[in-house]
């Protein structure tokens, strides 16, 4: 099968989403370890304190960064207060985006749904549409033809994912597609997740955001100043590198078509820096098997089941050494995927571990 | 048809434990200020079995997708669900929690 082939499996209709549907994988039931009802039940608890908090200091030092940047402007001074402005806007968005999508992050709900339509805004993600491809990856991770964010295909395309960390490619195609919304419309994958009851709300939000990066735009040429975009919109791209840097270790290289998270999933210890920005998503095995725990709780979750769980990375560059060839070995033979291996002691994987794939050729 | 489920105390505070009749998947909640809820099993975005889900400030939330649905008339509150959850009436008598399977989508609460 040539590789261009491959990618078509990738779609969100097509044989791969009939062999999916049709071989048990797609909205199967996944493996979970085994957690004390009572202690489960403590670690899904939600309280606002931890999300305010790191809120506070999320919005309150990019704002200082913001204005710090602002007033040494145009001198190359303000070209580190950008990036950690850039850094907190771009890519920090990212995890809150996804914390306050699943809900877990703030018990009260209000705040919760303000974080979320703020840090949708900041990754230029539609706040409908998104929320319905998350449901989706959570229902069916990695299962090709199911899953809308899968981000790393076999094989991958490398140009894209290089691009992609400073937005270059994504980022135009999410104004493409604000337009798209705004005119009343989704695409077609889109179309395959978001119930037609509720895209209403997709088309509404983009049409105030168009507004809003029109009026950047706007003020940047009656100002004559790239100050505007610096602060509204570009950051998206050119603060986005860390999200790429996060993301790509939760799932790149990993086993396709498998029902078990610790097949397809990784746990990345990182430094307190990058939990921060990433909210805990580096312990994304534990995230994916209880969706219910709040961010703050994901390493006392992580204690209470790493025995089921393969060897954490201990650092985000010790994923990055197993990622980066994995990657370039696939592009050579997209049969390939990293295995891991399970403790002494840990209950086995669940169902096939080596995928289950069509066997016909698709042209 | 009233069913009894269980003794008062076989259920927490801001919890919920599932029960089967007929054939079918039911769930029985009881709320932080003692209060007693039933519904339908599954949840009504993807079927996964509410009885492992939170039960907080009077919601269920699904343990897959972390829709919402209202405890009291199992409306369905967060994306993604969308479609509202099936409820029985609850009552609780000489100690113990009874659900009218007969007779779904009602809205009382029942107090020990």
């Known amino acids: ?363 | 048809m009233w069913l009894d489920v269980l003794s008062i105390d076989g259920l927490e505070p801001d919890d919920v434990a599932g029960f089967s009749h007929g054939g079918r998947d039911y769930a029985l909640y009881r709320t932080a200020d003692g209060q007693f809820f039933a519904s339908d099993g599954h949840c009504t975005h993807q079927q996964t079995l509410l009885c492992d889900g939170l039960v907080m400030d009077g919601f269920i939330e699904c343990p897959k997708h972390n829709g919402r649905f209202d405890l009291r008339t199992g409306r369905a509150i967060r994306a993604p669900a969308i479609r509202d959850l099936a409820t029985y009436d609850v009552k609780v008598e000489g100690g113990r929690v009874y659900v009218n399977l007969s007779d779904s989508s009602s809205t009382d609460a029942a107090s020990p």
């Open chain 1, 1 to 363: 099968m040539a590789n261009r082939d491959r990618l078509k499996w990738y779609e969100l209709s097509g044989p791969a989403t009939d062999f999916a549907v049709e071989s048990g994988l797609a909205d199967a039931e996944w493996f979970r370890s085994d957690v004390p009802r009572s202690r489960l039940r403590e670690l899904v608890r939600r309280s606002d304190y931890p999300a305010i908090r790191d809120t506070a200091i999320w919005i309150g030092v990019a704002l200082v960064a913001a204005a710090a940047g602002v007033y040494l402007w145009p001198t190359w001074w303000s070209a580190p207060c950008f990036v950690v402005y850039g850094v907190l806007y771009g890519s920090a968005s990212d995890s809150r985006w996804h914390e306050a999508g699943h809900g877990t992050a703030f018990r009260t709900r209000w705040i919760d749904e303000t974080v979320y339509q703020i840090a949708c805004f900041c990754t230029m993600r539609n706040p409908t549409t998104w929320r319905w491809k998350h449901s989706r990856h959570h229902s069916d991770t990695l299962i090709v033809g199911r899953d809308p964010e899968i981000d790393v295909m076999r094989p991958a395309r490398l140009v894209k994912i290089i691009l992609n960390f400073f937005g270059i490619v994504d980022g135009p195609v999410q104004l493409g597609l604000m337009v798209v919304h705004a005119s009343g419309h989704l695409t077609k994958g889109e179309q395959e997740v978001v119930p037609e009851s509720e895209r209403v709300h997709a088309y509404r939000v983009d049409r105030i955001w168009l507004v809003i990066y029109a009026s950047t735009v706007a003020s940047a040429v009656l100002l004559h100043s790239w100050l505007p975009v610096i602060l509204v919109g570009g950051p998206r791209f050119y603060g986005g590198f860390m999200e790429r840097i996060y993301s790509l270790t939760q799932h790149a290289g990993m086993g396709e078509n498998v029902l078990d998270h610790r097949l397809n999933s990784r746990t990345v210890l990182m430094n307190p820096v990058n939990r921060f920005i990433y909210w805990n998503m580096g312990y994304h095995i534990e995230h994916h098997m209880f969706p219910m725990v709040p961010y703050y709780r994901l390493p006392e979750l992580h204690e209470e089941i790493k025995g089921d769980l393969p060897t954490p990375y201990k650092s985000i560059l010790a994923a990055y050494r197993e990622i980066v060839p994995a990657i370039v070995r696939q592009l050579r033979d997209p049969t390939y995927y990293i295995k891991r291996e399970l403790p002494p002691g840990a209950k086995p994987f669940q169902g096939q571990t080596e995928g289950l794939f069509p066997s016909i050729q698709m042209a």
